[in-house]
Protein backbone atom coordinates (compact mmCIF):
# COMPACT_ATOMS: atom_id res chain seq x y z
CA UNK A 1 0.00 0.00 0.00
CA UNK A 2 1.79 3.35 -1.19
CA UNK A 3 1.94 5.41 2.00
CA UNK A 4 3.25 8.95 -0.21
CA UNK A 5 1.51 9.84 -3.61
CA UNK A 6 3.42 12.82 -4.95
CA UNK A 7 2.11 14.75 -8.12
CA UNK A 8 2.95 15.18 -10.59
CA UNK A 9 5.27 13.38 -11.94
CA UNK A 10 6.96 16.04 -14.45
CA UNK A 11 6.25 19.49 -14.59
CA UNK A 12 7.03 22.32 -17.21
CA UNK A 13 6.90 25.90 -16.33
CA UNK A 14 7.86 28.91 -17.72
CA UNK A 15 10.55 31.35 -16.33
CA UNK A 16 9.15 33.85 -13.89
CA UNK A 17 5.82 31.63 -12.98
CA UNK A 18 4.61 29.25 -9.84
CA UNK A 19 5.65 25.77 -9.85
CA UNK A 20 3.76 23.59 -7.43
CA UNK A 21 4.20 20.06 -6.20
CA UNK A 22 2.12 18.39 -3.88
CA UNK A 23 2.31 15.52 -1.53
CA UNK A 24 -0.59 13.10 0.22
CA UNK A 25 0.23 10.67 3.04
CA UNK A 26 -1.75 8.28 4.79
CA UNK A 27 0.02 7.91 7.83
CA UNK A 28 -1.42 10.43 10.42
CA UNK A 29 1.55 10.00 13.08
CA UNK A 30 3.83 11.64 9.97
CA UNK A 31 5.24 14.82 12.20
CA UNK A 32 7.89 16.22 10.07
CA UNK A 33 7.54 17.33 6.38
CA UNK A 34 10.48 17.61 4.35
CA UNK A 35 11.47 18.64 0.56
CA UNK A 36 14.44 17.31 -0.98
CA UNK A 37 15.72 18.76 -3.90
CA UNK A 38 17.83 16.58 -6.42
CA UNK A 39 19.76 18.21 -9.60
CA UNK A 40 21.24 15.52 -12.42
CA UNK A 41 24.72 13.55 -10.90
CA UNK A 42 23.64 14.65 -7.53
CA UNK A 43 22.29 13.26 -4.13
CA UNK A 44 19.29 14.63 -3.01
CA UNK A 45 19.15 17.35 -0.88
CA UNK A 46 16.97 19.18 1.76
CA UNK A 47 15.33 22.29 0.62
CA UNK A 48 12.91 22.78 3.39
CA UNK A 49 10.80 20.88 5.92
CA UNK A 50 8.10 21.73 8.50
CA UNK A 51 6.67 20.53 11.36
CA UNK A 52 2.86 20.49 12.08
CA UNK A 53 2.47 23.18 14.40
CA UNK A 54 2.87 25.70 11.71
CA UNK A 55 0.77 25.82 8.37
CA UNK A 56 3.19 27.36 6.22
CA UNK A 57 6.91 27.91 5.49
CA UNK A 58 8.63 30.64 3.70
CA UNK A 59 12.31 30.34 2.70
CA UNK A 60 13.43 32.88 -0.18
CA UNK A 61 11.29 32.15 -3.33
CA UNK A 62 10.45 28.52 -1.80
CA UNK A 63 7.12 27.92 0.38
CA UNK A 64 6.01 24.74 2.44
CA UNK A 65 1.58 24.68 2.90
CA UNK A 66 0.76 21.99 5.10
CA UNK A 67 -3.08 20.86 5.30
CA UNK A 68 -3.33 18.28 8.25
CA UNK A 69 -7.26 17.75 7.63
CA UNK A 70 -6.11 17.11 3.80
CA UNK A 71 -2.91 14.86 4.98
CA UNK A 72 -1.18 16.86 2.56
CA UNK A 73 1.48 19.37 1.96
CA UNK A 74 3.00 21.59 -0.82
CA UNK A 75 5.81 22.93 -2.52
CA UNK A 76 5.85 26.39 -4.07
CA UNK A 77 8.16 28.22 -5.97
CA UNK A 78 7.61 31.44 -6.45
CA UNK A 79 9.26 32.83 -9.25
CA UNK A 80 10.87 29.71 -10.91
CA UNK A 81 14.18 29.95 -12.20
CA UNK A 82 16.12 28.16 -14.60
CA UNK A 83 18.15 27.43 -11.90
CA UNK A 84 15.08 25.29 -10.21
CA UNK A 85 14.92 22.82 -12.24
CA UNK A 86 15.84 19.54 -10.68
CA UNK A 87 14.10 16.74 -9.23
CA UNK A 88 11.98 17.34 -5.99
CA UNK A 89 11.23 14.56 -3.26
CA UNK A 90 8.95 14.55 -0.21
CA UNK A 91 9.64 12.13 2.71
CA UNK A 92 7.18 12.61 4.91
CA UNK A 93 8.38 11.21 9.08
CA UNK A 94 7.39 10.71 12.46
CA UNK A 95 9.19 11.17 15.69
CA UNK A 96 9.30 7.56 17.26
CA UNK A 97 7.31 5.96 14.15
CA UNK A 98 8.88 3.23 12.07
CA UNK A 99 12.83 4.13 10.96
CA UNK A 100 11.73 3.37 7.88
CA UNK A 101 11.46 6.12 5.21
CA UNK A 102 9.18 6.25 2.17
CA UNK A 103 10.09 9.17 -0.61
CA UNK A 104 7.70 10.32 -3.06
CA UNK A 105 8.25 8.95 -6.66
CA UNK A 106 9.64 12.38 -7.44
CA UNK A 107 8.20 15.14 -9.64
CA UNK A 108 10.54 16.59 -12.47
CA UNK A 109 10.37 20.39 -12.35
CA UNK A 110 11.90 21.98 -15.96
CA UNK A 111 12.01 26.02 -15.63
CA UNK A 112 12.04 27.57 -19.56
CA UNK A 113 14.11 30.38 -20.05
CA UNK B 1 33.54 19.27 5.44
CA UNK B 2 30.72 17.76 6.79
CA UNK B 3 29.84 14.93 4.16
CA UNK B 4 28.85 11.16 3.17
CA UNK B 5 31.11 9.79 0.84
CA UNK B 6 30.38 6.66 -1.47
CA UNK B 7 32.49 4.24 -3.52
CA UNK B 8 33.18 3.72 -5.74
CA UNK B 9 30.78 6.23 -8.13
CA UNK B 10 30.44 3.74 -11.08
CA UNK B 11 31.06 0.22 -11.16
CA UNK B 12 30.39 -2.01 -14.38
CA UNK B 13 29.89 -5.98 -13.20
CA UNK B 14 29.04 -9.11 -14.21
CA UNK B 15 26.29 -11.51 -12.71
CA UNK B 16 27.41 -13.35 -9.50
CA UNK B 17 30.59 -11.31 -8.89
CA UNK B 18 30.34 -9.91 -5.19
CA UNK B 19 30.77 -5.97 -4.71
CA UNK B 20 30.75 -3.93 -1.39
CA UNK B 21 29.64 -0.24 -2.06
CA UNK B 22 31.32 1.59 0.60
CA UNK B 23 29.91 5.07 2.40
CA UNK B 24 30.98 6.78 5.35
CA UNK B 25 30.02 9.94 7.05
CA UNK B 26 31.84 12.37 9.23
CA UNK B 27 29.26 14.12 11.15
CA UNK B 28 28.50 11.04 14.22
CA UNK B 29 25.04 10.50 13.04
CA UNK B 30 23.57 7.67 14.50
CA UNK B 31 21.18 6.81 11.56
CA UNK B 32 21.88 5.60 8.00
CA UNK B 33 20.31 3.77 5.42
CA UNK B 34 20.94 2.76 1.72
CA UNK B 35 18.22 3.44 -1.43
CA UNK B 36 18.26 3.23 -4.94
CA UNK B 37 17.19 5.36 -7.44
CA UNK B 38 14.87 4.05 -10.70
CA UNK B 39 13.46 5.74 -13.51
CA UNK B 40 9.29 5.95 -12.53
CA UNK B 41 10.53 4.75 -9.09
CA UNK B 42 11.83 7.22 -7.26
CA UNK B 43 13.73 6.32 -3.77
CA UNK B 44 13.54 3.16 -2.47
CA UNK B 45 15.07 2.44 0.87
CA UNK B 46 16.62 -1.08 0.90
CA UNK B 47 18.37 -0.97 4.40
CA UNK B 48 18.55 1.22 7.50
CA UNK B 49 20.59 1.56 10.72
CA UNK B 50 19.56 2.89 13.82
CA UNK B 51 22.77 2.38 15.24
CA UNK B 52 26.49 0.54 15.31
CA UNK B 53 24.97 -3.52 15.10
CA UNK B 54 21.53 -2.27 14.70
CA UNK B 55 20.48 -3.41 11.19
CA UNK B 56 16.84 -3.42 9.86
CA UNK B 57 15.04 -4.38 6.04
CA UNK B 58 13.27 -1.21 4.03
CA UNK B 59 11.03 -2.01 1.56
CA UNK B 60 13.71 -3.53 -0.97
CA UNK B 61 16.13 -5.75 1.20
CA UNK B 62 16.03 -8.56 -1.29
CA UNK B 63 19.81 -9.54 -2.93
CA UNK B 64 21.45 -7.11 -0.45
CA UNK B 65 23.38 -7.03 2.73
CA UNK B 66 24.65 -4.36 5.04
CA UNK B 67 26.48 -4.16 8.40
CA UNK B 68 27.54 -1.64 10.58
CA UNK B 69 30.26 -2.14 13.06
CA UNK B 70 31.39 1.11 13.34
CA UNK B 71 29.29 4.31 13.47
CA UNK B 72 30.79 6.38 10.43
CA UNK B 73 30.50 3.24 8.20
CA UNK B 74 27.73 1.59 6.78
CA UNK B 75 28.40 -0.77 3.89
CA UNK B 76 25.99 -2.56 0.87
CA UNK B 77 26.88 -5.82 -0.12
CA UNK B 78 25.97 -7.71 -2.69
CA UNK B 79 26.58 -11.24 -2.86
CA UNK B 80 25.33 -12.45 -5.80
CA UNK B 81 24.62 -9.76 -8.33
CA UNK B 82 21.60 -10.01 -10.73
CA UNK B 83 20.70 -7.48 -13.78
CA UNK B 84 17.84 -6.40 -11.84
CA UNK B 85 19.83 -4.52 -8.94
CA UNK B 86 21.97 -2.18 -12.20
CA UNK B 87 20.80 1.03 -10.64
CA UNK B 88 21.31 4.57 -9.03
CA UNK B 89 22.67 3.99 -4.85
CA UNK B 90 22.25 6.48 -2.59
CA UNK B 91 23.76 6.23 0.81
CA UNK B 92 22.08 8.76 3.21
CA UNK B 93 22.91 9.63 7.18
CA UNK B 94 20.65 11.39 9.89
CA UNK B 95 20.93 12.44 13.63
CA UNK B 96 18.51 10.95 15.62
CA UNK B 97 17.70 13.60 17.84
CA UNK B 98 16.85 11.65 21.40
CA UNK B 99 17.06 8.77 20.17
CA UNK B 100 13.84 8.79 18.70
CA UNK B 101 13.59 11.83 16.17
CA UNK B 102 14.79 11.68 12.56
CA UNK B 103 16.32 14.73 11.40
CA UNK B 104 17.43 15.42 7.86
CA UNK B 105 18.75 12.86 5.67
CA UNK B 106 22.10 13.89 4.18
CA UNK B 107 23.30 12.02 1.06
CA UNK B 108 26.46 11.10 -0.77
CA UNK B 109 27.03 11.62 -4.10
CA UNK B 110 25.47 8.25 -5.37
CA UNK B 111 27.45 5.31 -7.01
CA UNK B 112 26.15 3.95 -10.42
CA UNK B 113 26.11 0.15 -11.33
CA UNK B 114 25.55 -1.46 -14.12
CA UNK B 115 25.48 -5.54 -13.56
CA UNK B 116 25.84 -7.38 -17.05
Known amino acids: QQQVKQSPQSLIVQKGGISIINCAYE??????FPWYQQFPGKGPALLIA?????SEKKEGRFTISFNKSAKQFSLHIMDSQPGDSATYFC????????????FGKGTKLTVNP | EAQVTQNPRYLITVTGKKLTVTCSQN?????MSWYRQDPGLGLRQIYY???????DKGDVPEGYKVSRKEKRNFPLILESPSPNQTSLYFC???????????????FGPGTRLLVL
Open chain 2, 92 to 106: ASSLLAGGLYQETQY
Open chain 1, 27 to 32: NTAFDY
Open chain 1, 50 to 54: IRPDV
Open chain 1, 91 to 102: APGSQGGSEKLV
Open chain 2, 27 to 31: MNHEY
Open chain 2, 49 to 55: SMNVEVT
